[in-house]
Structure formats: C-alpha cells, structure tokens
C-alpha cells in the first residue's frame, strides 16, 4: 500500500473570517501547479484523495486532482490537530484504495509520518508532499519513506527551464 502526505499550499494570513477560511495565496496555487509535471514523472496515482475540509487544503486537493486525475474528498477527520489514527479511520472508509493521498496540515502530517516510519523527524513545508510504502496494511513502524519533495523543486529555476 501507499500513502502520500501533501501539506497544503502558502496560504494567506487569518482574516475576518477565520482559520477556516484563509485560501491559497497567488504564489502557492502557481507553486502547486508547477509540481504538476513532476507529480505525473513520479506515476502518481491516488485511488482516493482525501482532504481537510479547511479552504486551503482543499484548494490543494483539487490541484492535485486536476494534474493527476481523481476528486478530491472533504473529511472532518482531517482537521487541524488530526492523529494517524484519525487519517487511518479516513482512510478505512475507502477499503478498496490502495494508493491514497491525504491533503491536510502541520505538525499532523510530520507527526504521522514520524509514527509510520520511525523517523526521528520529519520537516513538510508548504506544498511538501511525501511518499510512505507499506508490504502490508499501515501500521506506525512499519512504512518506508521512499520520497520527500521540497517545494522548492517545483520552481521553474529548480527544473532548469
């Protein structure tokens, strides 16, 4: 099994409206559209995207989904503050997916990751997304960290162009 961890996009600061509210800031949609080409070289293929319900997050998703097929799926358990066992039980509501991507926040996401994989530390930026492979269901040890990507490659300067 597979599971990817994509923080959201740079959002812009809380508003009158609130946490929930705060959208993608210009540069982070053109960010997450730039690492279009690179999310298709790497084949992925989510089965299942879930996604914070939050403005920004979901904004993501669909990003995501756009560059790489799939609809993204708001799920409350993914809210700022979600555990792996919250983002599991997301999960176990798509019992057929064997690759699933999860759009969500920090420290959640490093959190989880630091858990499934026994990783001293994990770091995911804005726009950071992470590869975990699993010989089996997921369990916290027992996933392999096969790739971590820096936002920064998703720049134009980063890919030579």
């Known amino acids: 099994m597979i599971l990817y961890f994509l923080r959201h ?7 009158a409206a609130g946490d929930e ?4 800031t210009e540069a982070g949609v053109a960010a997450l559209r730039s690492a279009a080409p690179l999310w298709r070289r790497l084949n992925l293929r989510p089965d299942a995207v879930l996604s914070s319900p939050l403005a920004r997050a979901l904004q993501t998703a669909e990003l995501v989904c756009e560059a790489v097929g799939g609809t993204p799926l708001a799920d409350d358990r993914l809210r700022p503050g ?12 798509h019992p057929h997916a064997r690759r699933v991507l999860f759009v969500g926040h920090e420290p959640d996401l490093s959190t989880a990751i ?9 770091r995911m930026r804005a726009g950071g997304m992470a590869c975990l492979e699993f010989y089996g ?5 027992g ?10 490659l998703y720049t134009d300067d980063a890919q030579g162009d």
């Open 9 to 15: 996009g740079k959002a812009g600061p809380q508003n």
């Open 21 to 24: 509210a705060r959208e993608l």
């Open 82 to 93: 979600a555990s792996w066992g919250d983002l599991a039980r997301a999960m176990a509501a």
């Open 114 to 122: 630091v858990e499934l994989t026994g990783a001293a530390s994990v």
């Open 137 to 141: 269901t997921p369990e916290p040890g």
């Open 143 to 152: 996933g392999e960290l096969a790739w971590l990507l820096d936002p920064d």
